[in-house]
């Protein structure tokens, strides 16, 4: 990053920073979450059966994004942190991080590609269908398999595509960014709805067909992401000590960015195993909820792109009263988005439930979700957003301990209490769990703050 596009980050109004690094990226994070609804509606309109098999692999595939996005928060740091220090290095820094990425991505799709079956019957998949006598089941085992295997094959693909996406937000070109990310998910959306759209002349019923969609325009716009960094910052092709050299110096706070990403899909998970042994309806309605989930979310998606790199910059500069103003920007800007979408909700359940189902046993799942769950939000939002800034100023320890209290040790025991209470009490049990991390939050701010302050009175202490 050039010195006069990083004093764009450490100087002038923070809310007009804060704008002008989100609103280029709201567009396309509105595009993406809109795919995931609209993948899995498309899915919805073939059969329950079809929805459930395909809820089976939710848990799976959002393991594979976050992931995806846990190695490009590690490529995010490092070049943040290379143009704060020493920006004449920062094209062979971007380039061994984004390629050390990759390699790390392609050695996990290898294993589960291994593993693939194993995985879907640790979920339950496997009791399900021996539980069916329909003919249909073996054919549709079969796509289902057909399509987890195809999208560990594309991983690699969809990876190179989030790492270079916010290596070019580290280098503060979020239009760029932006731009790429629209024109992928336009090209994703349109192959969706010509292959999956039941009224299209290209029709091709079957979870293989999105797997196809993943492959082909993933695998494309790797390629183009690819050439417009070459273009932007000249990639250095690393030599192998230099690969192997930042392997060996990957520290543990490196394996916790990447493996914290790990604890909101291992959520999803163990809640799909624990709520497939109650009812598999679940899994159908779970299939729907996780991407009705990330849309509600719009807002805190958006400023995880755009404030690790606004915090993170005026943090390593030694800007700490700017990163506390940014933090009360954020935090505010959060909590009223999120309460204006919980009460829009509550006037329009009806309409959102059967609009996103034609299923009636899954559609009452979805309306008791949008009846409590946003409430929650209101909380687990700030908790989401801050722990991807802990990550931006090496905090991963901290950032680590708040994504497995929140998702692991409050909302699987609630969901537990609540599944085993009544049939729809799960959603409120879940609104309580993501209300009560608002307190580890609140700790960690007060903390944090504590420290810094001791930390600079020390500082003068020794000057004077």
Same mark, same amino acid.
């Given at each position: ?27 396309a ?12 509606g498309?899915? &919805?309109?073939?059969s ?22 846990? $190695?490009?928060?590690? +490529?995010?740091?490092k070049? @943040?942190?290379?143009? +704060?220090?020493?920006?004449? +290095?920062? &094209? ?14 392609l050695?996990?799709? @290898? ?12 979920l ?14 073996p054919?549709? &085992?079969?796509?289902q398999?057909?399509?987890i ?5 594309s991983?690699?693909f ?19 960014? /932006? ?17 999956? %759209? ?32 070459h ?35 291992? /959520?999803?998970?163990?809640? $799909? ?5 109650? *009812? ?25 792109? /755009?404030?690790?790199a606004?915090?993170? #910059? ?5 800007? !700490? ?8 920007y ?14 829009? %909700?509550?006037? /329009?359940? *009806? ?5 996103? +189902? ?19 939000y209101i ?8 722990q ?5 100023? *090496? ?10 209290? !929140?998702r ?19 959603y ?18 007060r ?9 600079? #009175?020390?500082?003068d202490?020794?000057? @004077?």
């Open positions: 990053m050039s010195a006069i596009e990083n004093s764009k980050l450490l100087e002038g109004s923070l809310s007009a920073t804060i704008w002008r690094n989100s609103q280029p990226m709201f567009i994070i509105v595009m993406l979450l809109m795919y995931e609804l609209l993948e899995s498309l899915i &919805a309109l073939q329950a059966e079809t929805l459930i098999a395909f809820g089976f692999t939710v848990p799976i595939t959002a393991a594979m994004t976050a992931l995806a996005v846990g $190695t490009s928060i590690r +490529c995010n740091n070049v @943040v942190k290379s143009s +704060c220090s020493q920006d004449s +290095c920062t &094209a062979k820094t971007t380039s061994v991080a984004v390629l050390g990425s990759v390699l790390i991505l050695a996990f799709s @290898v294993v589960a590609l291994l593993f693939s079956q194993s995985i879907l019957s640790l339950g998949n496997n009791s399900w269908l021996s539980n069916e006598a329909s003919s249909d089941f054919l549709l &085992a079969q796509q398999a057909n399509y295997n195809s999208r560990y094959i991983w690699v969809l990876g190179l595509i989030w790492q270079i996406n916010a290596v070019f937000r580290a280098l503060n070109a979020t239009k760029l960014a /932006s731009n790429i990310m629209v024109y992928w998910l336009t090209f994703k959306s349109s192959l969706a709805l010509a292959l999956l %759209l039941p009224e299209s002349i290209f029709y091709v019923e079957g979870l293989f067909t999105i797997a196809l969609v993943h492959l082909a325009s993933d695998g494309l716009f790797a390629l183009i992401s690819l050439y417009f960094l273009k932007k910052i000249n990639l250095k092709w690393p030599s192998l000590n230099e690969l192997l050299s930042n392997f060996k110096q990957t520290k543990l706070a490196g394996i916790l960015v990447i493996s914290q990403q790990l604890v909101t899909p291992l /959520s999803m998970a163990v809640l $799909t195993m624990i709520a497939a042994s109650f *009812d598999h309806t679940y899994v159908a309605a779970f299939a729907l909820i996780f991407k009705v989930e990330a849309m509600l979310l719009i807002i805190p998606m958006v400023l995880t792109t /755009s404030m690790p606004i915090i993170g #910059i005026n943090y390593w500069s030694g800007k !700490h009263e700017r990163v506390q103003q940014a933090y009360r954020m935090f505010g800007i959060i909590i009223i988005s999120q309460l204006v979408v919980a009460l829009l %909700l509550s006037f /329009s359940l *009806d309409f959102w439930a059967s609009t996103l +189902c034609p299923h009636d046993s899954v559609a009452i799942h979805l309306k008791h979700y949008l009846t409590w769950v946003p409430w929650g909380a687990g939002a700030c908790a989401i957003v801050y991807s800034t802990l990550n931006a100023k *090496d905090k991963v320890i901290s950032a680590s301990l708040l994504a497995i209290t !929140h692991l040790i409050l909302l699987m025991p609630l969901a537990w209490i609540g599944l085993n209470i009544g049939k729809y009490t799960l409120p049990a879940i609104m309580v769990s993501h209300l009560l991390i608002v307190a580890l939050v609140w700790i960690l701010v903390k944090i703050n504590t420290t810094r302050n001791k930390h600079v #009175i020390s500082k202490v020794v000057e @004077v």
